[in-house]
């Protein structure tokens, strides 16, 4: 990252550093503008307006912490919400890990037609939530879906898997391990790039194959776990394609997500400073959980180089 | 973390304590050895066909519904093979129109529009500013670096009051605009992609060029960028996917129907149908995944470049 300064500085405003600065700033330029105006500015804005009454029409009544108050007093579907959302979360991310990497393993066993299964696994991230969701919706159909009438081809009986308050948030989290291709693919990347030198010591060693995976294999692929799960969270918290399409947040509130009950809040009854209070707790949650994982990180991700 | 440090630490990493600890799971999982030969290709195979059987399984139900007669879509139990294939469905869910609702083209052309702009700005605007991260040198660099890389973790909840108000307040509302400019300005994840390319690309190609005095400009445009075309298409097929598929955006901005794009128009389906007819249901559902499908098919690698370019480690 050296640069050689090639010019001799008459003065500051001539010198070429100064001009080098001038024309980075002019190159970052559309970011600042950018952020400004469609993130850093809303941020503020949104931070101010989660103390404030404004209903989009009377003009905003400062409220104080009246809104963070009722979400624990009075505002029974913010606790449904953040339960529901708390709950996908703790069970698809790591339940997608699981899954991506199983799937990476099994892709990196020098397979025939590797670009076959992998597009296989992959194709689902392409498909948009909307149509994923409609798509899954028929699946789950209870008379027509093909998961209750495989059920039946089996002998088991089907369930309504959308409409039964027990099983629905279930049947999301089923829906959203159909959606692991990118973390597999990272994974995958990462098993490719590992470096033999490793099993091959393991193997003049006389370790067998499980031992590998728990000794080398895993250490080695840490971060990239330890990546996709921060990916996954900040990506699962903010879920709301799903449940606005399959359930509507039904039945019963039983897929209420916080980003589904925080749409309804701005969009529906326009309370305008109460979403925003709502989109702060969000983002405390994911920021709650992914320091917890920076926290946790030191004890289970191995980086090659031992910094960290 | 340098990738080129591998070899280095290879050996001394086996005597780390990671080495000798899982001993309690390896004996309880097949005392330690995977089967050989045959019995272990048909494990991997069997695996192989189960999960992918399961993956496909949504694509072939969508497809089967998609080209069934209408009086077939009720029967019960399923057909599993359509007879006769209807392939005029699509015909149907592509120029069957409710009412006083516009064509289903209509929706294709707002979410073209959308998708083309978003492609363009993104890998320009992202561009341009991985470019300065990547190769000049300015006061506050690494601060306005780490700035951009924490706005990953804000949720789009909470810019998307403040924008709606912008927007509303500009009365652009239910308009495409909203959903076209914000991505003029660089997005996040984008530029920090491009910059760990870009930082590959050896300088002695840019610093030639600056001896023989071209400019910054000159030389962002003439070398940097024809030298980063699959880091550029890895960020275009993903911004295609992104903006093609996006759904919340359009949701909180588009109001009237002449305006919605398709997945606006795919979620209202129900709605506007005053039931399901599941087989234009899929066939709409199949013709709105499939440019994102084709995409897929002839750009593989720019897919899995645009996954792995950063690298992880960085």
Same mark, same amino acid.
């Given at each position: 990252?050296?640069?050689?300064?090639?010019?001799?500085?008459?003065?500051?405003?001539?010198?070429?550093?100064?001009?080098?600065?001038?024309?980075?700033?002019?190159?970052?330029?559309?970011?600042?503008?950018?952020?400004?105006?469609?993130?850093?500015?809303?941020?503020?804005?949104?931070?101010?307006?989660?103390?404030?009454?404004?209903?989009?029409?009377?003009?905003?009544?400062?409220?104080?912490?009246?809104?963070?108050?009722?979400?624990?007093?009075?505002?029974?579907?913010?606790?449904?919400?953040?339960?529901?959302?708390?709950?996908?979360?703790?069970?698809?991310?790591?339940?997608?890990?699981?899954?991506?990497?199983?799937?990476?393993?099994?892709?990196?066993?020098?397979?025939?037609?590797?670009?076959?299964?992998?597009?296989?696994?992959?194709?689902?991230?392409?498909?948009?939530?909307?149509?994923?969701?409609?798509?899954?919706?028929?699946?789950?159909?209870?008379?027509?879906?093909?998961?209750?009438?495989?059920?039946?081809?089996?002998?088991?009986?089907?369930?309504?898997?959308?409409?039964?308050?027990?099983?629905?948030?279930?049947?999301?989290?089923?829906?959203?391990?159909?959606?692991?291709?990118?973390?597999?693919?990272?994974?995958?990347?990462?098993?490719?790039?590992?470096?033999?030198?490793?099993?091959?010591?393991?193997?003049?060693?006389?370790?067998?194959?499980?031992?590998?995976?728990?000794?080398?294999?895993?250490?080695?692929?840490?971060?990239?776990?330890?990546?996709?799960?921060?990916?996954?969270?900040?990506?699962?918290?903010?879920?709301?394609?799903?449940?606005?399409?399959?359930?509507?947040?039904?039945?019963?509130?039983?897929?209420?997500?916080?980003?589904?009950?925080?749409?309804?809040?701005?969009?529906?009854?326009?309370?305008?400073?109460?979403?925003?209070?709502?989109?702060?707790?969000?983002?405390?949650?994911?920021?709650?959980?992914?320091?917890?994982?920076?926290?946790?990180?030191?004890?289970?991700?191995?980086?090659?180089?031992?910094?960290? | 973390?340098?990738?080129?440090?591998?070899?280095?630490?290879?050996?001394?990493?086996?005597?780390?304590?990671?080495?000798?600890?899982?001993?309690?799971?390896?004996?309880?999982?097949?005392?330690?050895?995977?089967?050989?030969?045959?019995?272990?290709?048909?494990?991997?195979?069997?695996?192989?066909?189960?999960?992918?059987?399961?993956?496909?399984?949504?694509?072939?139900?969508?497809?089967?519904?998609?080209?069934?007669?209408?009086?077939?879509?009720?029967?019960?139990?399923?057909?599993?093979?359509?007879?006769?294939?209807?392939?005029?469905?699509?015909?149907?869910?592509?120029?069957?129109?409710?009412?006083?609702?516009?064509?289903?083209?209509?929706?294709?052309?707002?979410?073209?529009?959308?998708?083309?702009?978003?492609?363009?700005?993104?890998?320009?605007?992202?561009?341009?500013?991985?470019? /300065?991260? =990547?190769?000049?040198? @300015?006061?506050?660099?690494?601060?306005? !670096? $780490? %700035?951009? &890389?924490?706005? #990953?973790?804000? +949720?789009?909840?909470?810019?998307?009051?403040?924008?709606?108000?912008?927007?509303?307040?500009?009365?652009?509302?239910?308009?495409?605009?909203?959903?076209?400019?914000?991505?003029?300005?660089?997005?996040?994840?984008?530029?920090?992609?491009?910059?760990?390319?870009?930082?590959?690309?050896?300088?002695?190609?840019?610093?030639?060029?600056?001896?023989?005095?071209?400019?910054?400009?000159?030389?962002?445009?003439?070398?940097?960028?024809?030298?980063?075309?699959?880091?550029?298409? /890895?960020? =275009?097929?993903?911004? @295609?996917?992104?903006?093609?598929?996006? !759904? $919340? %955006?359009? &949701?909180?901005? #588009?109001?009237? +129907?002449?305006?919605?794009?398709?997945?606006?128009?795919?979620?209202?389906?129900?709605?506007?149908?005053?039931?399901?007819?599941?087989?234009?249901?899929?066939?709409?559902?199949?013709?709105?995944?499939?440019?994102?499908?084709?995409?897929?098919?002839?750009?593989?690698?720019?897919?899995?470049?645009?996954?792995?370019?950063?690298?992880?480690?960085?």
């Amino acid at each position: 990252m050296t640069t050689v300064d090639f010019s001799r500085p008459d003065n500051f405003w001539q010198s070429r550093r100064f001009r080098d600065a001038m024309v980075a700033y002019a190159f970052i330029l559309p970011w600042v503008i950018g952020f400004i105006l469609f993130v850093g500015g809303p941020i503020v804005a949104s931070f101010v307006l989660s103390f404030f009454r404004w209903k989009m029409i009377a003009p905003p009544k400062f409220y104080g912490l009246t809104h963070y108050i009722s979400m624990v007093t009075t505002d029974e579907l913010f606790r449904i919400s953040i339960w529901v959302t708390f709950k996908f979360v703790i069970i698809s991310v790591p339940v997608s890990q699981v899954l991506a990497l199983g799937l990476a393993l099994l892709l990196n066993q020098r397979i025939k037609g590797l670009g076959f299964w992998r597009s296989a696994f992959y194709l689902p991230a392409v498909v948009s939530g909307v149509a994923g969701s409609i798509i899954w919706v028929w699946m789950y159909h209870v008379e027509l879906g093909i998961v209750n009438n495989g059920l039946a081809l089996m002998g088991l009986e089907g369930r309504n898997w959308l409409y039964d308050r027990e099983l629905v948030l279930g049947s999301l989290i089923v829906k959203s391990l159909w959606n692991i291709g990118i973390p597999m693919v990272i994974y995958l990347a990462a098993l490719q790039g590992m470096p033999q030198q490793l099993y091959e010591a393991a193997d003049i060693d006389g370790s067998g194959e499980v031992s590998k995976f728990f000794a080398i294999t895993l250490p080695m692929l840490s971060p990239a776990v330890f990546f996709n799960i921060v990916m996954g969270i900040i990506a699962s918290v903010q879920t709301f394609a799903e449940p606005y399409v399959m359930t509507g947040g039904g039945p019963d509130n039983a897929t209420l997500f916080l980003g589904l009950h925080l749409y309804q809040n701005a969009f529906h009854y326009l309370k305008m400073g109460y979403a925003s209070a709502m989109a702060w707790i969000m983002f405390l949650l994911i920021f709650g959980l992914t320091v917890f994982q920076f926290g946790l990180a030191g004890r289970w991700v191995y980086y090659e180089g031992g910094a960290r | 973390m340098a990738v080129g440090n591998k070899t280095v630490h290879a050996t001394e990493h086996l005597h780390s304590k990671a080495y000798s600890r899982p001993s309690w799971l390896r004996t309880l999982l097949l005392g330690n050895r995977f089967p050989t030969g045959l019995l272990r290709l048909i494990i991997i195979y069997t695996l192989l066909v189960f999960s992918a059987f399961l993956f496909l399984l949504p694509f072939y139900w969508m497809v089967n519904t998609a080209l069934k007669p209408p009086n077939q879509v009720f029967t019960l139990p399923p057909t599993w093979i359509p007879k006769p294939v209807m392939w005029s469905n699509f015909l149907t869910a592509f120029t069957v129109q409710y009412e006083t609702d516009p064509p289903v083209y209509n929706y294709a052309l707002n979410t073209a529009i959308v998708t083309v702009n978003g492609v363009v700005s993104t890998i320009f605007s992202s561009a341009l500013v991985a470019y /300065a991260f =990547a190769r000049l040198e @300015f006061p506050g660099k690494n601060v306005i !670096f $780490l %700035g951009i &890389l924490s706005t #990953l973790m804000i +949720p789009f909840a909470v810019v998307m009051v403040p924008q709606f108000i912008i927007w509303r307040y500009m009365n652009w509302l239910d308009t495409l605009w909203p959903l076209m400019i914000p991505h003029w300005f660089g997005s996040a994840w984008n530029i920090f992609l491009l910059r760990q390319f870009f930082m590959t690309i050896p300088r002695e190609y840019d610093e030639a060029a600056y001896l023989d005095g071209a400019s910054r400009w000159h030389i962002f445009i003439r070398i940097i960028l024809p030298l980063s075309k699959p880091a550029l298409a /890895a960020v =275009a097929v993903f911004a @295609f996917v992104f903006f093609w598929n996006d !759904f $919340l %955006g359009p &949701l909180i901005i #588009l109001s009237t +129907p002449e305006n919605f794009t398709l997945t606006l128009f795919l979620a209202n389906f129900n709605v506007a149908y005053r039931g399901t007819p599941w087989h234009l249901y899929m066939a709409a559902a199949l013709i709105i995944i499939l440019p994102c499908l084709i995409l897929f098919f002839f750009s593989q690698n720019a897919f899995l470049k645009g996954i792995t370019v950063s690298d992880l480690k960085g």
